[in-house]
Each structure stands twice: as C-alpha cells, then as structure tokens.
Nanobody, 126 residues
Framework: QVQILESGGGLVQPGGSLRLSCVAS????????MGWFRQAPGKERELVAA????????YYSDSVKGRFTISKKTAPNIADLQMNNLRPEDPDIYCC???????????????????WGQGTQVTVSS
C-alpha cells in the first residue's frame, strides 16, 4: 500500500509561483511513476506532469508545458511540482498519485478518474 502526503498549496496572484511536494512510501518504488493530477469543478481530471522513478523520464500536458517542472528526490521519495506563471484558469485541486504503472497509462482518462486522493488546493486570484 502506497502512502501519499501532499503539501504546498495556497493562494497566489496571477503570474506567481508555487511548489507542491508529494512524499510517497511503499514497496517496490523503483518501478513506480509519480504523477500530479488536477481537476477544476465541472472539468475532467487531467494529468499535468509525471515522472518515472527509475529513469526520471517526464511528461507534461500541453496546458502546463514550459511553466511547470516535476522533479524527484529519493530517501524519502518526493516528487515536487514547481509551478511558475500561474494563471487564473489553472484549476485548483491538485492530487499526487504514485503507482506501479506507466506514464502512458496515467494519461488515460480512465486512469485519471480511478485515482484520487485528498489533494492540495491551489488558488490563483488577484
């Protein structure tokens, strides 16, 4: 069973930055991928960034490419999401998932809708 602890949400003005952190623990982590999903009211959940634990391969959705950066640290296992140039339309609930799966699988709507945790709230407002 993977344990997840997310932190780092908050209120930021448009154009500002926030850093989200996800601490994950569980067996067999070398085969895992970690991803940050987000969801706004009335919209589909979206995988915005992901990273594989062994190779460090990354993925970004088109909506955040060039603004967000995902990185990892080990012992403990942490996936950080640095979010720059935040926009009012960036949705406000972000959730971290760690799973023994591929990034391609994490990108599927079916996967996104099957996995959700407590999340951390990001609000972009002036």
């Amino acid at each position: 069973q993977v344990q997840i602890l997310e932190s780092g949400g908050g209120l930021v003005q448009p154009g500002g930055s926030l850093r989200l952190s996800c601490v994950a623990s569980g067996p067999g982590f070398s085969s895992f991928a970690m991803g940050w999903f987000r969801q706004a009211p009335g919209k589909e959940r979206e995988l915005v960034a992901a990273i594989t634990w062994s190779a460090g391969a990354t993925y970004y959705s088109d909506s955040v490419k060039g603004r967000f950066t995902i990185s990892k640290k080990t012992a403990p296992n942490i996936a950080d999401l640095q979010m720059n140039n935040l926009r009012p339309e960036d949705p406000d609930i972000y959730c971290c998932v760690a799973d023994s799966t591929s990034i391609e699988n994490m990108k599927s709507p079916r996967y996104a809708n099957s996995r959700w945790g407590q999340g951390t709230q990001v609000t972009v407002s002036s």
